[in-house]
């Protein structure tokens, strides 16, 4: 028996495929995010969506939508179906960042727990990506003057809920996020 060959032809093809991108695949009507949206993915913050499209991965043709987060100079891709099961949501509106500063201007609650327990509720909160969750997280680590130091894990929980909500309310506002940053901290000097 003799083995059968494969026409050249037929291995071109497969590497044609291989080098041309997939085709950007136009939104529906209905899909909830579009090329160029700003999105929140809980665990990494404020992207931007760059391209819905097909890609094929392992054999299997998947809808992927492309989130860049300039920040940390990272690309994230998300299953079309799965977005929603991922937390993957649009900016919050400004119905809801209103609640998100009105939460700020309440009186701090802390638990009296150990603060390792707190710092993983305080985490949690964080990751949800949930601005009011974010919100309630600075306004109980927010410390004003006279008031006692925070340690360092506070500080660092603190600055990372803060660069979440400056985050979105920059892109909600189409500002940078220090100008945001400056904008909650004025914020939270008139509170005191």
Same mark, same amino acid.
């Given at each position: 028996? !003799?083995?059968?060959?494969?026409?050249?032809?037929?291995? =071109?093809?497969?590497?044609?495929?291989?080098?041309?991108?997939?085709?950007?695949?136009?939104?529906?009507?209905?899909?909830?995010?579009?090329?160029?949206?700003?999105?929140?993915?809980?665990?990494?913050?404020?992207?931007?969506? #760059?391209?819905?499209?097909?890609?094929?991965?392992?054999?299997?043709?998947?809808?992927?939508?492309?989130?860049?987060? !300039? !920040? %940390?100079?990272?690309?994230?891709?998300?299953?079309?179906?799965?977005?929603?099961?991922?937390?993957?949501?649009?900016?919050?509106?400004?119905?809801?960042? &209103?609640? $998100?500063?009105?939460?700020?201007?309440?009186?701090?609650?802390?638990?009296?727990?150990?603060?390792?327990?707190?710092?993983? #509720?305080?985490?949690?909160?964080?990751? +949800?990506? &949930?601005?009011? $969750?974010?919100?309630?997280?600075?306004?109980?680590?927010?410390?004003? $003057?006279?008031?006692?130091? /925070?340690?360092? +894990? !506070?500080?660092?929980?603190?600055? $990372?809920?803060?660069?979440?909500?400056?985050?979105?309310?920059?892109?909600?506002? /189409?500002?940078?996020? %220090?100008?945001?940053?400056?904008?909650? +901290? =004025?914020?939270?000097?008139?509170?005191?």
């Amino acid at each position: 028996m !003799e083995p059968t060959l494969v026409p050249p032809v037929a291995a =071109d093809a497969a590497e044609d495929s291989k080098a041309r991108p997939a085709p950007v695949r136009k939104p529906k009507e209905d899909e909830p995010f579009v090329e160029g949206d700003h999105v929140v993915y809980p665990t990494h913050g404020v992207g931007k969506v #760059e391209r819905i499209a097909t890609e094929e991965i392992a054999g299997h043709k998947l809808e992927l939508i492309h989130i860049t987060f !300039e !920040e %940390n100079r990272m690309t994230l891709r998300v299953p079309v179906a799965k977005a929603k099961s991922a937390g993957l949501r649009k900016l919050a509106t400004r119905k809801l960042f &209103d609640e $998100a500063l009105t939460i700020l201007k309440g009186r701090a609650r802390i638990k009296r727990t150990m603060w390792s327990r707190r710092a993983q #509720e305080y985490e949690a909160k964080i990751n +949800s990506g &949930d601005p009011l $969750a974010i919100a309630e997280v600075v306004r109980d680590l927010h410390r004003n $003057a006279g008031q006692p130091d /925070q340690s360092f +894990s !506070e500080r660092q929980i603190y600055e $990372a809920a803060m660069d979440r909500l400056a985050a979105e309310l920059g892109a909600l506002e /189409q500002i940078d996020k %220090n100008a945001a940053a400056a904008k909650l +901290s =004025d914020y939270l000097k008139t509170i005191a």
